[in-house]
């Protein structure tokens, strides 16, 4: 088939009405979460000034330097599609005044990111993500709290074999020590790591513990690890993250090698992946990743204010969905019903009619734009609808209306003011 001329940018994809149904039922299950854990919706505008995330994200990070979609306006403003939501919800909390609010304020966004990324299996240049924020709290119960919420919504949409993976990357305080000291276990090997890792040691020395190459695995496996260089503060807090983790039978392994590509993050990181434990790593997928980000409100211009939060990508749980043949309650919005009409009269009282159902919240397929009885008999088989009404001349003159059993043929008529009661009568059954 040749290609047609317009299509749809690299790495983004268009969500056709059947895929409409898996971002419903994760929003669905979301919002409830949200709700019951006395979170508040917040959406933001899709583009922002750059400037927020260069400073908020930080300009050493891949996100920054490499994958931003950016433009200057007419105006010579110079803006950004935002590429995570982090930034843009302090952003908004600071510039609401949502800090004088009582604290801890707590938000959950749902909505498009943009990566310039290379488009892959799971990667795409446009995705969704939604998330949870809880700002002006320092307890590490929060940080507990935020798992356990994306643990639970994961586990609700039945997804399996998940794993939760989480680390401290200490503070102000105690990470620039560890910084010197990875530098210099690196430096003295540089010349054995890859290529991208040689760079990572000068820019952002941690991610080169990030690094998935075959090359750097040995040289990772000896390296100084943070957990042994937490100042106290943040390894009592990391302590108490993992005691109540425990506490609400949430399953984590310790990972010295999480440290998440954003800067923003002090103190707990985490990220939930699914597959098994025992697969390579490259074979797992990244499912969420979030962690505690007690700087950035301030960074940002904001009072100091200690923040925790999370986000999910929603197209690699959809995919996971899929692979993992899990159904999407098709029954409740399954039509069960179909409207045949035939002639003008009984079209006009069709479309009243399907106003009748409309209201009773009954949900009835039609084929207005056919005029043949068969053809839209035909339809009504095609949807797996129950039952077909039918309006002829006669009845609509009589103002009867006769009900088919699609299954068995069998039909029954009844007045047409009665038949809103009648269908919902017979689908109760
Ligand atoms: P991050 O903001 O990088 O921590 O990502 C959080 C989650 O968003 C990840 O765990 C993924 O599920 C999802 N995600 C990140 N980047 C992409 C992408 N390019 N395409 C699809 N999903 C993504």
């Known amino acids: 088939m040749r290609k047609p001329k317009f299509q749809c940018p690299t790495g983004m994809h268009d969500i056709l009405p059947e895929e409409q149904k898996y971002y419903k039922k994760i929003y669905d299950i979301v919002s409830d979460i949200a709700d019951f854990y006395g979170f508040g919706k917040i959406d933001t505008p899709i583009l922002e000034e750059t400037e927020l995330f260069s400073k908020g994200v930080g300009l050493a990070t891949d996100i920054v330097k490499k994958q931003m979609y950016s433009l200057k306006t007419k105006g010579g403003d110079f803006l950004s599609l935002r590429p995570e939501w982090t930034a843009p919800v302090v952003r908004a909390y600071i510039e609401n005044g949502m800090q004088n609010l009582p604290q801890p304020l707590k938000l959950w ?55 939760v993976e989480v680390n401290s990357i200490g503070d102000s305080n105690c990470r620039p020590y560890y910084k010197k000291l990875l530098a210099n276990y690196f430096r003295t090997r540089e010349a054995s790591l890859c290529v991208d890792c040689k760079k990572r040691l000068r820019e952002n020395v941690l991610r080169i513990l990030d690094c998935k190459g075959e090359k750097c695995q040995p040289i990772k496996a000896e390296a100084p690890q943070i957990l042994d ?104 919005t399954e039509t069960q019903i179909f409207l045949a009409q035939l002639g003008g009269l ?84």
């Open 109 to 163: 966004y749902f909505g498009p990111c943009y990566r310039y990324e290379r488009p892959q299996a799971n990667r795409y240049r446009q995705f969704w993500q939604f998330g949870f924020e809880v700002l002006g709290e320092k307890s590490p119960v929060i940080d507990a709290q935020i798992i356990q919420i994306f643990y639970n919504i994961l586990r609700e949409l039945k997804l399996k074999n998940l794993i």
């Open 229 to 332: 260089h937490l100042c106290e503060e943040c390894h009592l807090h990391f302590k108490e993250v993992l005691e109540f983790l425990d506490e609400i039978e949430i399953p984590y392994n310790l990972n010295p090698y999480l440290v998440r590509g954003l800067d923003y993050y002090t103190k707990t990181v985490f990220e939930i992946f699914s597959g098994s434990s025992e697969k390579k790593e490259s074979s797992r997928i990244a499912l969420a990743g979030g962690g505690r980000y007690d700087k950035l409100v301030k960074l940002l211009g904001g009072k100091e204010t200690s923040a925790c939060g999370a986000a999910i990508g929603i197209e690699r749980i959809i995919n996971l969905m899929k692979s993992q043949q899990i159904k999407q309650g098709d029954k409740e």
């Open 346 to 429: 009984s079209k006009r009282k069709s479309l009243k009619l399907l106003e009748d159902f409309r209201k009773a919240k009954i949900r009835v397929a039609e084929s207005f734009g056919r005029d043949s009885l068969k053809a839209q008999l035909s339809r009504a088989d095609k949807i797996g609808a129950r039952y077909a009404l039918i309006l002829g001349q006669k009845e609509s003159l009589e103002e009867m209306i006769i009900i088919r059993n699609m299954k068995s043929g069998k039909q029954e008529i009844v007045k047409l003011n009665r038949v809103v009661a009648e269908m919902r009568k017979k689908l109760k059954k």
